[in-house]
């Protein structure tokens, strides 16, 4: 009989997670590479982006022909400061994985790049996506849009996906500063989360399928929607994401989103989009650009804000690498089902 909870080391989770892709037909890189993105998400503390997340990807791996776990993706080098990504229907991490050095090498030579990566499924913490290029030394911001769940300001119907966009900088003597948002009130995965538990929503956060305030998650998700964060700020900023992500890249806007023909499907083909920024380019004896993210970092804590972006995402790392990752009894049954299956 299962103990209560189980500590797992990162490559212990990765290694499991990676079997069950595997299992269901994502070849050995591609697996490897979606095991290690949602293990990091669950050593984090990004629980609806970790553990949570492989119902979701088996069950985009069942629905026949919505994803192409096998895809190649097409690196396109589209200019001295652009890299386009045609991910072929596969999926977003394994696309900015064959893009992430030529970008870099660009960054680095021009001062600036851009990443546009069309055609992709995307169901990672998008933190992850940038944190690596912020270890390089480079300014990275990230956005994506997905399906249709987000009703825009005054609207009563769903328009944007919760386009979430992350932003990761290097400082001075600590790991890099690295945050992610949804533009929607709330997470969807985090709804997925309350629905599961039981648990209300706070008011303000989703409507019903009839454009009617409620906190019971499960409306939200059946035909309803989330509100944008923020108001008419929040919907504007979702719009953006929209632009950057599908107008950009090429892609679908989440409005035309469909995958009613493909029973199981979750994730959306969208798009995704990177600027990366080498700070140290042309700064000649201007001051240390890591070292002036340290300074304001330390006007905010001595200002008073006791919990930086970032702050708990750093001490589960640090708790999950000292005892490992832990896992509930009911979390390696449903994985074990997976595994089954």
Partial sequence: MKSHITYLSFDELADRLCGIFQRHGCPSNVARLLA????AAERDGAHSHGVFRMRDYVSNLKADGWV???ATPVIEDASPGFVRVDARNGFAVPALAGARDLGIRKARHNGAAVIAIRNSHHLGALSLDVEPFAEEGMIALSFINSSP???PYGGHTAVFGTNPFAFAAPRAGEPPLVFDMATSVMAHGDVQIAAREGRALEPGIGVDAEGRPTTDPAKVLDGGALLPFGAHKGAAISLMVEILCAALVGGNFSAEVDPSRHPGAVT???GQSLLLIDPRKGRGALPDFAGRVS????YVRDAGQQRLPGDR???HRAQSMKRGIPLGAEVL???DSLEAA
């Fill in 68 to 70: 192409d776990p096998a």
């Fill in 295 to 298: 300074d304001i970092v330390g």
């Fill in 268 to 270: 959306a083909n969208t």
């Fill in 36 to 39: 290690e993105n949602c293990a």
């Fill in 149 to 151: 769940a987000v009703v």
């Fill in 333 to 335: 049954d449903f994985l």
């Fill in 313 to 315: 995402r750093l001490r």
